[in-house]
């Protein structure tokens, strides 16, 4: 426990650093600078939670400096195009690659002239052609670092019940997790005939959101599950999985209700087939959602700290940033348990017999 106050309160500390070389102006001016000093902290916000081409920890304006590392860039326009991120200078140059122009907006790279040209329409919205990017972001790195951190974790465990029937080292902690799992969330929710073909599956799920949450919540700067393009991606595996599992009792009580007179039936079938889609929708709204107002609101409580400018306020604003970042802790196992105790609830549903209910 008290490791982990000690990662919290360095994370933090951190975390107001950043925004300080971010936001160092005079801080005695009037109106206008406190405008200012605010945009600045918006900025890093905004920074802190989009995906981004590179590593990023902190960034001293008074010299123009970022401390950080460069991730590869990847594009496909009419050929392969291969290079470093570190050419765009985090958007303030332009990438020259076979003699084709590139230009990081917003997160996204354009293509450009020599000039690094970006038009916009009447909606401020870039009109430049995007070429197909496969580039090794922030996002991707971390999620390779999170499959790579459950192949040696669970590996290991696997390893050890090969030597006596009590886990080692770290298995000892993740063991308890994974027998809750099996026993609390799939074994009830899904049957004790069909269980164990998606146990694999609700396991994978559980850690893999749990240990992105807590990356989270690290100096890194990362914010992989409030992405929404990747909480799609999970809640559509969770989908096709449930579509592919139902069973005919399952597709019958969507488009033809049993024991229904059937005006109802014609009724209730576009409800039941909305409900399908909708439950999905609900799993990547819910994590997002979340794990994104987490993120912004610590950002904005550490960004008081510089808009108040005394001990009092700077003070309580610290404090209350860090008890946040303790809940924060907790969001992040609870947001890994409710997606996994929902995909299982939906797999349940999709095989669940009827028999005897339809008999009565």
């Known amino acids: 426990m008290q490791s982990k106050l000690l990662v919290k309160f360095l994370t933090?500390?951190?975390?107001?650093?950043?925004?300080?070389l971010n936001a160092q102006h005079d801080t005695h001016e009037d109106q206008s600078g406190a405008t200012d000093l605010k945009t600045e902290i918006k900025k890093s916000i905004e920074h802190h939670i989009q995906d981004s081409h590179d590593f990023t920890f902190t960034y001293d304006?008074?010299?123009?400096?970022?401390?950080?590392?460069?991730?590869?860039?990847?594009?496909w326009d009419n050929g392969l195009h291969l290079f470093s991120s570190s050419k765009?200078?985090?958007?303030e140059t332009v990438a020259e690659s076979n003699g084709k122009y590139y230009k990081l907006y917003h997160s996204k790279i354009y293509k450009t002239d020599a000039e690094g040209v970006i038009t916009l329409d009447g909606h401020q919205h870039p009109t430049n052609i995007k070429p197909i990017d496969f580039s090794i972001t922030k996002s991707v790195v971390m999620i390779i670092v999170?499959?790579?951190?459950?192949?040696?974790?669970?590996?290991?465990?696997?390893?050890?019940?090969?030597?006596?029937?009590?886990?080692?080292g770290a298995g000892r902690f993740f063991e308890p997790i994974v027998v809750y799992i099996r026993d609390d969330i799939a074994r009830p929710n899904i049957?004790?005939?069909?269980?164990?073909?998606?146990?694999p599956f609700l396991l994978t799920i559980f850690f893999f959101v749990w240990f992105l949450n807590l990356f989270g919540l690290t100096?890194?700067?990362?914010?992989?599950?409030?992405?929404?393009?990747?909480?799609f991606a999970l809640a559509f595996m969770t989908f096709v999985i449930t579509q592919l599992s139902g069973n005919k009792n399952y597709w019958k009580h969507i488009f033809w209700m049993p024991g229904v007179p059937w005006p109802m039936k014609i009724i209730l079938a576009p409800i039941e087939l909305l409900g399908v889609l909708i439950k999905p929708f609900a799993l990547m709204i819910r994590l997002y959602a979340n794990i994104m107002a987490g993120h912004?609101?610590?950002?904005?409580?550490?960004?008081?700290?510089?808009?108040?400018?005394?001990?009092?306020?700077?003070?309580?604003?610290?404090?209350?940033?860090?008890?946040?970042?303790l809940l924060e802790l907790l969001v992040a196992a609870l947001q890994a348990y409710i997606f996994t105790m929902l995909s299982a609830l939906y797999f349940g549903f999709a095989v669940e017999e009827h028999e005897h209910e339809e008999a009565h």
């Open 12 to 20: 933090i500390t951190i975390l107001v650093f950043n925004l300080n």
């Open 61 to 75: 304006k008074k010299n123009n400096k970022y401390y950080g590392f460069s991730l590869p860039v990847i594009l």
């Open 88 to 91: 765009f200078h985090h958007g």
């Open 146 to 168: 999170t499959g790579i951190l459950m192949l040696l974790l669970f590996g290991g465990l696997a390893k050890s019940f090969g030597k006596g029937p009590i886990a080692k």
């Open 191 to 199: 049957g004790e005939k069909q269980y164990k073909k998606y146990l």
């Open 219 to 231: 100096p890194l700067g990362v914010n992989v599950t409030g992405n929404i393009a990747i909480t």
């Open 296 to 325: 912004v609101v610590l950002m904005s409580i550490i960004g008081l700290m510089f808009i108040f400018q005394n001990w009092i306020g700077s003070s309580l604003s610290f404090f209350l940033a860090f008890a946040l970042s």
